[in-house]
């Protein structure tokens, strides 16, 4: 899909099909047809009238989710047409809202097919008044942001077979050579060498070898230095603590926070951020074999803490915690630290399936980055640490366990876990994104598709964006 912001009057620009988003079709000069069809103008509905070359579209708000989820739905009906190319006329609407909507909204994921959906090269003209530079600059990112969304999705859905630690690490190279980044790759006997015994063990059953993969943006004018590190687990099938059938499925997702890191740093050399970032992905596969780890091991990590393993599923802690070791130990004077996992089913059940949890010791942080969340198009909320829940991850034979004593609070237990590898001058600029529910979804919902989603990309963008402000 081809998006074109055009200084023009919509009557005077010539397209196949016109796309209307409305909230009322009181005034509308259709009005009668629509009646008799039935449309009301709610969210998510949508008309298409061929013969007029109109495509009207439901939108009850003006905020970000229902006008992206209006232009998603106007843009699918398009798609299903043979018109090439449609107008729409900016007006109220957001126009960051719209161009993500449409490019999100017009996502597919075809790798598989053996019928491939014909390119159809469709394009939209988008009609404004008058381009000003903020416009121009607001159209522009939305693009970069959308292609990074996309660019997650992708490889989130592709397949284990296709997609393990190896292959992580050379998209990584590709997107370092794309976007002038600097890309080290490590592979086990790095890991042996340095000590990152907790992540090295749990990729030891599978016939992958893992890679730590080290992305970084260096501009003269930087401002700030971020770190970004993400759980790239090509896949979990829990280990020796087997999931059961029905839970493994989608698995494949478990390398959505790693995705997501990529999908980032593939934008921020786009963007011209006056930032030092640093994308640090552990690309692991969590397998069973004779090799495996095993629930009783005691592992030592990176910062020389031991960690007894009561469950070989709760790899992602493990993986998180070497790689969160290693960038502390890498880099200095960090301003923000963030990691992305979709590290339990816990934050699932405890803020439902679209919303990101976030955790930190920082008030100030946490609020800041939800805010930044909820205006990237994002859902997010914080879920707060206390100190007796803390203390249901203390092991009675190491320093901590992978493993809660308690059933509750799954999502805050793993952050706590996590707490302990953040170093002491780090610990307010530390923020964990809890992304397993939002990150994929086996239906699609709003301007997200079947599949992986590119949670955490957006909202990071944004936070991103507005630091030097
Ligand atoms: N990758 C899973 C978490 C997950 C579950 C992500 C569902 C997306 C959807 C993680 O490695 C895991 O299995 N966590 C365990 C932790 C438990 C054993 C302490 C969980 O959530 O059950
Ligand atoms: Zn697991
Ligand atoms: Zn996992």
Redesign the pocket.
């Known amino acids: 899909m081809k998006i074109n912001l055009i200084e023009k009057n919509i009557k005077k620009i010539k397209s196949d099909i016109e796309i209307i988003i409305t909230s009322s079709i009181e005034k509308l000069e259709d009005k009668n047809i629509l009646e008799t069809i039935g449309f009301e103008a709610k969210d998510e509905s949508v008309a298409l009238l061929p013969e007029l070359k109109k495509i009207y579209v439901g939108c009850e708000g003006n905020d970000y989710d229902s006008v992206a989820i209006a232009a998603s739905t106007g843009i699918k009906k398009f798609n299903s047409t043979k018109f090439k190319s449609a107008k729409i006329v900016l007006e109220k609407l957001s126009l960051k809202a719209l161009v993500e909507g449409t490019l999100l909204g017009s996502y597919t994921f075809d790798k598989y097919k053996s019928k491939k959906e014909k390119c159809k090269k469709q394009e939209l003209n988008i009609c404004v008044d008058k381009i000003s530079s903020k416009l121009q600059n607001i159209f522009d990112e939305s693009i970069i942001i959308s292609k990074a969304v996309n660019k997650t999705r992708t490889m989130v859905n592709t397949t284990p077979e296709d997609f393990y630690p190896g292959v992580m690490a050379n998209v990584a190279k590709d997107i370092a050579d794309e976007s002038n980044l600097h890309c080290k790759i490590r592979g086990e006997e790095y890991l042996e060498k340095n000590d990152m015994n907790a992540m090295l063990s749990v990729g030891r059953a599978s016939i992958h070898e893992s890679k730590l993969i080290h992305l970084s943006y260096k501009p003269k004018n930087a401002k700030k230095k971020v770190v970004l590190v993400g759980k790239g ?1 090509t896949y ?1 099938s ?1 280990g020796l ?1 087997l ?1 059961p059938a029905d ?1 493994m499925v ?2 494949k ?2 390398k959505s926070g790693g995705c997501a890191v990529l999908g980032i740093m593939s934008a921020i050399a786009k963007l011209n951020l006056p930032i030092e970032i640093h994308g640090i992905v552990g690309a692991v596969e ?1 397998m069973i074999g004779g090799d495996a780890y095993k629930p009783d091991d005691v592992l030592t990590a990176k910062n020389g803490k031991t960690i007894e393993v009561r ?1 070989t ?4 802690r493990l993986v998180l915690a070497d790689c969160l070791c290693y960038a502390q130990d890498e880099i200095k004077n960090i301003d923000y630290i963030f990691d992305f996992a ?7 059940v405890g803020v439902g399936e679209y919303t990101t949890g976030i955790m930190g010791n920082s008030t100030n942080l946490k609020r800041e980055v939800v805010s930044h969340a909820t205006e990237a198009g994002e859902y997010a909320t914080s879920l707060p640490f206390n100190r007796f829940l803390k203390k249901t991850i203390k092991s009675q034979i190491a320093d901590i366990s ?3 004593s308690t059933r509750y609070g ?1 999502a805050i ?2 952050g706590l876990f996590l707490d302990n590898f953040i170093n002491e001058e780090n610990k307010e600029k530390w923020i964990h994104f809890d992304i ?2 939002p ?2 979804s086996e239906k699609a919902w709003g301007y997200n598709p079947y599949g992986g989603t590119g949670a955490g990309v957006r909202m990071t963008l944004e936070f991103l964006k507005n630091i030097q402000k």
């Open positions: 687990l979990d829990g603590s999931k839970y989608t698995m997702l478990d969590n469950n599923d709760a790899e992602g979709t590290l339990t089913g816990a934050c699932v992978n493993m809660a799954g237990t793993a397993a529910g990150a994929y």
